[in-house]
């Protein structure tokens, strides 16, 4: 082919002509040609085969399974850790939360130490046996998976919910209707379901004086006359308190139905400075005074006549 091409270029068949200038330029721009790496064909050849191809796209059903698979684990992750949803089972809490309500329950505090506060509206597995008689459901397949995930209550979980009305250290009393006085403070209490009267006339738990021991809470339903709770299980092993182990966390919100949606704070009747003062604090408060009244009498300049003090030097 080359000799043709000579050939062609001479008009004639004989020696070949030296190379002209024309003809060194073609080498000269094959040879820069060759020395690139970026042209489809130079990557061909170093590579001896054809070029790389981009990686094709993975089909959106491939990925499904995938992404099912995170959502799954994110959830439960979430359910254990963070927050996970109740249904409202009974009319215990109305006028707060009405039968069929689903609250979203923050797990999260509790990982740090938290402790339950007056106020709040807590989810507490079963202490000993509240429950017994109660109906229990029979979930199906898919009623099982999506509790499993958290986006359903579980029916094996044996849980109530209830507002704390003290804590370990209050005093918390009941007489007559009311009002509830905790550490001697009555309560305004608006949440009570209108109707009833903050205390119940009865003689099975209504009436009481009870105080909170450490770790454990007392929790009331805000539809008064129409919730068994710490009232009436005060015969029982933890004598109606709930061990703050048993807490599973604080309802922070109503997430559905959506007409319904609301936020559960802490009413204000709670910020009025109900706290008891601790035994220690107590004999701390008295034995100031005291400590007080002695050093001054100690340190008082020495009178003529004491015998038991001299002149010269201050009590130590």
């Known amino acids: 082919m080359g000799d043709l091409a000579v050939g062609a270029r001479s008009g004639h068949d004989g020696p070949e002509e030296p190379e002209r200038p024309d003809d060194a330029a073609a080498p000269a721009a094959q040879d820069h040609t060759d020395a690139g790496s970026d042209s489809p064909d130079a990557g061909t050849r170093e590579n001896g085969g054809e070029a790389d191809t981009p990686r094709k796209q993975r089909s959106f059903w491939k990925e499904l399974p995938l992404l099912v698979g995170i959502a799954l684990v994110l959830a439960l992750l979430i359910k254990t850790f963070l927050v996970q949803a109740f249904s409202i089972p009974s009319d215990s809490m109305q006028n707060t939360l009405q039968q069929g309500d689903r609250v979203l329950v923050d797990k999260l505090t509790p990982w740090f130490g938290s402790q339950p506060s007056r106020g709040e509206v807590v989810v507490f597995h079963d202490p000993d046996n509240w429950l017994a008689g109660e109906p229990t459901s029979n979930p199906n397949a898919l009623q099982t998976a999506l509790s499993w995930i958290g986006l359903m209550p579980s029916a094996e979980e044996k849980d109530l919910i209830k507002r704390v009305v003290g804590v370990a250290g209050d005093t918390i009393e009941c007489r007559g209707t009311g009002p509830l006085t905790v550490n001697g403070k009555a309560l305004n209490e608006p949440y009570v379901y209108p109707g009833n009267t903050p205390c119940s006339v009865d003689e099975q738990g209504g009436q009481f004086k009870v105080t909170v021991p450490a770790g454990k809470i007392w929790v009331m ?15 029982d092993r933890n004598q109606g308190f709930v061990p703050v182990g048993n807490v599973v ?3 922070i919100v109503i997430a559905w139905p959506p007409t319904r949606w609301d936020t559960l704070p802490i ?10 003062m601790a035994p220690g604090a107590l004999g701390l408060t008295g034995a100031v005074p005291l400590v007080l009244w002695r050093r001054r009498r100690l340190t008082t300049p020495p009178t003529a006549g004491n015998p038991r003090v001299s002149g010269s030097r201050t009590a130590g």
């Open 221 to 235: 339903g805000d539809h008064r006359q129409n919730s068994l709770d710490s009232r009436y299980h005060q015969q």
């Open 267 to 276: 009413p204000d009747t709670f910020d009025q400075g109900l706290g008891a």
């Open 249 to 251: 966390g604080r309802a």
